[in-house]
């Protein structure tokens, strides 16, 4: 079935306003631009964000915002000769804050970022994610509702009252690309990493390049295959549309 879908920054308000009304999800692809190996493209963590988030907008109405290229990458790869682009992680965190605080304020409630970079654990890129979301949801509740306004005696059945729009705690979702939920693992130019590039933008590995470095994390690609790309690419995509829907947390 086909869906609706559409990028916001090639949309008009008219197709916004009922993105609003109707609360579809808002769809934020996140990455960085960091050295993966002579194999793999800068913008392989942002590239396989966006590449999920384009599956998940053919099978839900979604607004997909512009893909965020920039993110905090680190050296842990290599240095700055890699030409990886880093991000610090205060400057990132206001700048996803300030993207957040204006859709927050528009009146969208269904705000996803999906982050496909450092997906082991809750790391800078992901973290400063989820404390820019967090800040602002208690924020904005403050400003609407007032200090205090859990405490107050009117609000004793605030959980037991809410629904799955209502929930602010569920308002901003920080997705991780490699859920837990389903025990996908990742890497960084590997096997894994390398199928999704391969089955999200068939010939973007350059496997034949691997006789030009010995970076040991990029050994493994030499494994890679569409076919397991495509199963990692849709299992996420079928993980988050189903936390979507059933107003879960984010993994």
Not at 19 to 25: G, H, I, M, V
Not at 47 to 75: A, H, N, R, W
Not at 137 to 156: A, S
Request: net charge negative; aromatic share 12%; charged share 25%.
């Amino acid at each position: 079935m086909a869906t609706k879908t559409f990028n916001m920054a090639y949309s008009y308000p008219e197709e916004v306003e009922r993105a609003k009304k109707e609360n579809w999800p808002v769809l934020l692809p996140v990455g960085t631009m960091e050295y993966h190996s002579t194999i793999c493209p800068y913008g392989c963590d942002a590239l396989v964000s966006q590449g999920i988030i384009k599956k998940i907008g053919e099978k839900k109405d979604c607004m997909i915002l512009p893909t965020i290229f920039y993110g905090v990458s680190s050296y842990a790869v290599g240095g700055p000769e890699k030409n990886t682009i880093n991000m610090d992680v205060d400057v990132f965190e206001s700048y996803i804050y300030n993207i957040l605080k204006s859709l927050l304020w528009s009146g969208f409630r269904n705000i996803n970022i999906l982050v496909c970079h450092q997906t082991e654990e809750i790391l800078p890129t992901a973290a400063a994610c989820i404390k820019a979301g967090k800040k602002l949801t208690f924020e904005y509740l403050e400003q609407t509702k007032g200090y205090g306004w859990w405490g107050d005696n009117k609000n004793k059945e605030f959980y037991e009252n809410l629904s799955a729009e209502d929930n602010p705690w569920n308002w901003i979702r920080v997705f991780n690309g490699c859920p837990k939920r389903n025990a996908l693992p990742g890497d960084h130019a590997g096997k894994e990493e390398c199928s999704s590039m391969e089955y999200l933008y068939p010939g973007s590995i350059k496997l034949e390049r691997l006789k030009d470095t010995d970076d040991w994390f990029a050994e493994s690609s030499k494994e890679m295959s569409a076919e397991r790309g495509k199963e990692r690419v849709t299992r996420c995509v079928d993980a988050i549309i189903e936390t979507i829907e059933k107003g879960l947390s984010s993994f």
